[in-house]
T-cell receptor
Framework: NAGVTQTPKFQVLKTGQSMTLQCAQD?????MYWYRQDPGMGLRLIYYSASEGTTDKGEVPNGYNVSRLNKREFSLRLESAAPSQTSVYFC?????????????FGNGTRLTVT | AQSVTQPDIHITVSEGASLELRCNYSYGATPYLFWYVQSPGQGLQLLLKYFSGDTLVQGIKGFEAEFKRSQSSFNLRKPSVHWSDAAEYFCAVGAQGNNDMRFGAGTRLTVKP
């Protein structure tokens, strides 16, 4: 059982380049999330999708866009990367509303923007 | 919105010693509380959760946590730490219906031989 799968694992971008981070879950979960993790700041929510067909902004959405392609897949796009977006990105899913439902995380994508 | 504080950035304990990691939350109603563990290069894994009922909850890997409403705390404990417990630990607080879970900044645990 793969759980939550993220690709790629590592990525280096130059300022201004674009890229898409892919995420897929095989647990039939309704909700999916994108977080970024920075030292000393814990995890901060970028965007989430409470259910298929819906997306909403989290705490730090600027510079990102998302697509909930279907129930399994939720992608994160950086249109014009900036050094401030250097971070580790985690995709997560939950059966229902994350306020009360535990999150299942992927192994992360380490992104460096130079 | 709810918030959570983990006062200790880094804790070092000897293998076999007991462990307590602190977590304080802020929320007006009854919160949903979680502890997650992150090993290097990995995502976060759920250790345990508290929703209601018994205030002492048991989790995986021999961990437990106690919810104390009067102190707004949800501290994580383990009686005897193993070298494999070295990791970063995150406390999180959620609430029913608002689709919002907030994480603490994390506590890094080092285990000395």
């Amino acid at each position: 059982n793969a759980g939550v799968t993220q690709t790629p694992k590592f990525q280096v971008l130059k300022t201004g380049q674009s890229m898409t981070l892919q995420c897929a879950q095989d647990m039939n979960h309704n909700s999916m999330y994108w977080y970024r993790q920075d030292p000393g700041m814990g995890l901060r929510l970028i965007y989430y999708s409470a259910s298929e067909g819906t997306t909403d902004k989290g705490e730090v959405p600027n510079g990102y866009n998302v697509s909930r392609l279907n129930k399994r897949e939720f992608s994160l796009r950086l249109e014009s990367a900036a050094p401030s977006q250097t971070s580790v990105y985690f995709c997560a899913s939950s059966e229902w509303d994350r306020g009360q439902s535990p999150l299942h995380f992927g192994n992360g994508t380490r992104l460096t923007v130079t | 919105a709810q918030s959570v504080t983990q006062p200790d950035i880094h804790i070092t304990v000897s293998e076999g010693a007991s462990l307590e990691l602190r977590c304080n939350y802020s929320y007006g109603a009854t919160p949903y509380l979680f502890w997650y563990v992150q090993s290097p290069g990995q995502g976060l894994q759920l250790l345990l959760k508290y929703f209601s009922g018994d205030t002492l909850v048991q989790g995986i890997k021999g961990f437990e946590a106690e919810f104390k409403r009067s102190q707004s705390s949800f501290n994580l404990r383990k009686p005897s730490v193993h070298w494999s417990d070295a990791a970063e630990y995150f406390c999180a607080v959620g609430a029913q219906g608002n689709n919002d879970m907030r994480f603490g900044a994390g506590t890094r645990l080092t285990v000395k031989p």
